[in-house]
């Protein structure tokens, strides 16, 4: 079955080469008990290790049931060890800290057996050797015949044909190494044995044949076998594996041995965690108070398309000189002041914003702007009706009414103002009613709708109650023969009565919400849907007094010494023009700003310049300045947190490659129980990333509870900023994830080491 063929094998420590096998061969029966007798030091752990497929030989070779080995992988050699060989060794190689019944367990896990069949053989082999009532114990429970007997029935849990026993009795009293031989001659009945010792008496009392060995050679073979009268036993070499579940399991059983030192590397690697942690929580809150700030500001400064715009940083530059093209020394040693001619003044850009120009600005993403609010400063005659034939004049603005349209967007309002009764108006015809925070509303705005202002309160209903109307140019204005001036049409009754009038109600009190910053947009009284202004100028448009008059109109206009601009406003007022006069945007947040600015500025590319149109972004002084400062300090902390996560990843590496030093024998045990390489750095994978899970949840759990004193810090060092640090569920899980993953990363170099580490060294480890 197993024949060695001229195998040579020498070390070289240094200068100096030793041949620790020296051209050895020799052939093996399938049944037999060997004894390899010699000298210390004169090979026969050497050629053990190479038969048992621990080591390889130099040169030469060793046929398994006839066939070469010479082309044999790692993993024919961890199937070999782990199928056909059995290893008893001098010093047990025992796992120290898993129990007598784990120990026998390991090979046959290693090839892949179910556990409840592993524990069965395990239990049956542990009662052959008589160890049935020591299954629970730690090996270190145990004496040294006793442990030896559990390396015994470990050897020979997965049924191996060969069993390879180094000095087995080497460490044990004379009386018990009887028991122990006489149990390796029972299994010698069936199986080859080959067994290392340099007893003499020993040998000869049980072995069948005696090889002895000096200075590496065979120097004697007291019952040698022909390598040509050799049966060719079947030798099938199974692949073996450990499942993932038990290098789990394994590593897992390592760290509970070491509670303490597990506990505290986790810690060490949580403190990273613990800093992103906060950085996150921080960074979230941070956020969102920028958010809130954000929305302010840009509730109070949309972005203004006005016919005199102001290009701030025009300006500035203006009155810096710098958009002077004079060149000038800076803070000049002289007693001299120079005067220059500014280059193009912000203030001199004028805007013609027309209907076109609207629909240009309509066209851009929804999903950037809260509302496009268009206003034409069109002058929309208001009456409320007081009794049948009566219809009271409301005079606008000046009376404390402030009609004006409303910017309507639901989310936006959502954010500063509560509708706390009725609903936002809808169209054209619908209106609401802003109040002041203590439901109020200024004196003037009752007289002015001819409400008694003795009365200490009133409804909501009454609001809802009046019925206000607006009429169109053409049935409320007569011409006259100054195209300038119009006679006022007071048949308001019949043009209600005909259905000319339109219908204007209020559907709505609002009202600042609380807490929310006053943005300013909304003062108090009623405010018109925006469609009101276009239904109002189409039926302008289409009105006979557009037809008839509005050419002689323009026309004596353009006579009188009027600015392009004054015109224009003119012909607005009087609801002739349908080129707003103003356009205000809300966007959504910074980044929908800045893409509006760049959207509004394509409009400009390649138009002279006349034709440009201008936009004023008050804001943008603010947020440059805030967007600054923030950015600086989260890359200040991302820094911070990524250091710290750097240096609890080295420091795990660091634990983990202690570790595995640590561990060596163990490793060297499983490899000679047929562990893979892969096996190897699974186990030690698997205890990184035990010990990053639990560093991840140290981190996480400190990390939280840290955020309840931190928050009360930051409640009473800046006030009004409430729960700034707001650690997310969906933060906690991905931190622990990658506290893994990081740890795991750590650990790969150390479990590397680990894989590659020679058995027959490993094992030499004490
Ligand atoms: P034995 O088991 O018969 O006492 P070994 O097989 O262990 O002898 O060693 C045979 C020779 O090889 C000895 O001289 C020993 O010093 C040398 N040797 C064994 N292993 C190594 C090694 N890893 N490095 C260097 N020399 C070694
Ligand atoms: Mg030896």
Redesign the pocket.
């Known amino acids: 079955m197993l024949t060695l063929k001229n195998a040579t094998?020498?070390?070289?420590?240094g200068e100096f080469t030793?041949?620790?096998?020296d051209n050895v061969s020799i052939s093996f029966r399938d049944q037999e008990f060997v004894a390899?007798l010699?000298?210390?030091?004169?090979?026969?752990?050497?050629?053990?290790?190479m038969i048992g497929g621990l080591d390889r030989y130099d040169s030469g070779d060793l046929l398994i049931d006839g066939k070469s080995t010479q082309n044999f992988k790692d993993k024919d050699w961890d199937s070999y060890r782990n199928h056909a060989v059995g290893f008893v060794f001098q010093s047990y190689n025992l796992i120290t800290h898993t129990s007598v019944l784990s120990n026998v367990e390991v090979g046959m896990t290693l090839s892949g057996l179910p556990s409840d069949q592993r524990k069965a053989r395990s239990i049956e082999v542990l009662t052959d050797v008589g160890l049935k009532d020591h299954i629970y114990k730690k090996p270190n429970q145990l004496s040294g015949g006793q442990m030896q007997r559990v390396a015994i029935a470990r050897a020979l849990a997965n049924h191996p044909e060969i069993i390879m026993a180094?000095?087995p009795t080497g460490a044990i009293d004379s009386a018990t190494s009887l028991q122990i031989m006489g149990l390796i001659q029972a299994i010698a009945k069936e199986k080859l044995v080959i067994m290392?010792t340099?007893d003499k008496a020993l040998a000869e009392k049980y072995a069948d044949r005696i090889i002895e060995?000096k200075d590496?050679k065979v120097i004697s073979d007291s019952n040698p076998f022909g390598v040509e009268s050799e049966n060719a036993g079947r030798l099938t070499l199974k692949k073996t594996s450990m499942a993932f579940k038990q290098a789990i399991r394994l590593s897992f059983n390592n760290l509970r041995t070491k509670k303490f030192r597990t506990l505290i590397t986790a810690f060490a690697g949580s403190i990273g965690i613990i800093g992103v942690a906060m950085v996150l929580a921080l960074a979230n809150g941070l956020n969102q108070e920028i958010d809130t700030l954000e929305r302010s500001t840009l509730a109070q400064f949309p972005l203004q398309i006005d016919p005199f715009p102001i290009d701030i940083q025009a300006a500035r530059a203006d009155a810096l000189g710098q958009s002077s093209e004079i060149d000038f020394d800076e803070f000049p040693d002289v007693r001299v002041v120079y005067p220059y001619e500014p280059q193009v003044s912000a203030t001199q850009q004028i805007n013609v914003i027309t209907e076109d120009y609207l629909d240009y600005v309509r066209a851009m993403n929804p999903e950037w702007y809260f509302e496009i609010t268009p206003s034409y400063n069109v002058n929309i005659p208001l009456y409320l009706k007081e009794t049948n034939n009566s219809y009271r004049g409301v005079d606008k603005g000046r009376g404390g009414v402030f009609f004006r349209p409303a910017v309507t967007s639901a989310e936006f309002l959502d954010d500063y103002y509560d509708v706390i009764d009725g609903r936002l108006p809808e169209n054209a015809n619908e209106m609401m009613l802003v109040v002041d925070t203590a439901n109020r509303l200024n004196i003037r705005f009752f007289r002015t709708l001819g409400l008694s202002i003795d009365v200490s309160e009133y409804d909501f209903e009454t609001f809802y109650d009046l019925e206000f109307y607006t009429f169109f140019p053409d049935d409320y204005f007569l011409p006259t023969d100054d195209p300038l001036r119009f006679q006022r049409n007071y048949e308001l009754a019949s043009l209600v009565e005909g259905g000319q009038a339109l219908p204007l109600k209020i559907v709505g009190i609002v009202r600042q919400a609380e807490g929310s910053q006053a943005p300013g947009f909304l003062d108090t009284g009623i405010k018109y849907h925006p469609d009101l202004e276009s239904v109002y100028l189409e039926e302008a448009s289409n009105s006979l007094i557009a037809t008839t008059q509005a050419s002689t109109l323009i026309d004596v206009l353009t006579g009188n010494e009027m600015t392009a601009i004054e015109r224009t406003n003119r012909l607005r007022f009087l609801g002739f023009s349908k080129d707003p006069s103003q356009i205000l945007i809300y966007p959504v947040d910074f980044n929908a700003k800045t893409a509006i600015r760049e959207y509004l500025d394509a409009y400009n590319e390649g138009k002279p310049e006349a034709e440009q149109i201008i936009y004023t972004d008050l804001a943008s002084l603010v947020t440059e300045l805030t967007g600054d400062l923030i950015n600086g300090v989260s890359y200040v902390l991302i820094a911070f947190s990524a250091i710290s996560l750097v240096v609890s990843s080295i420091m795990i590496g660091i634990i983990t490659y202690v570790s595995v030093l640590e561990r060596t024998k163990e490793i060297g045990i499983l490899r000679s129980l047929g562990a893979r390489k892969k096996d190897i750095s699974r186990v030690f994978n698997a205890e990184t990333i035990i010990i990053g899970f639990t560093s991840g949840a140290i981190g996480v759990g400190i990390a939280y509870g840290l955020t309840f004193p931190l928050n009360i810090l930051i409640r009473n060092l800046v006030e009004g900023i409430d729960n700034l640090a707001q650690l997310s569920f969906l933060a906690m899980i991905s931190l622990i994830v990658i506290s893994m993953f990081l740890t795991f990363v750590a650990g790969l170099i150390p479990s590397r080491i680990a894989a590659n580490k020679h058995p027959?060294?490993a094992l030499?480890i004490e």
């Not at 094998?9 to 420590?13: G, H, Q």
């Not at 010699?38 to 290790?49: F, R, V």
């Open positions: 094998k020498s070390y070289t420590v030793q041949k620790a096998l390899i010699g000298p210390s030091g004169s090979g026969k752990t050497t050629l053990l290790n180094d000095e290392v340099h060995l590496g027959v060294e030499r």
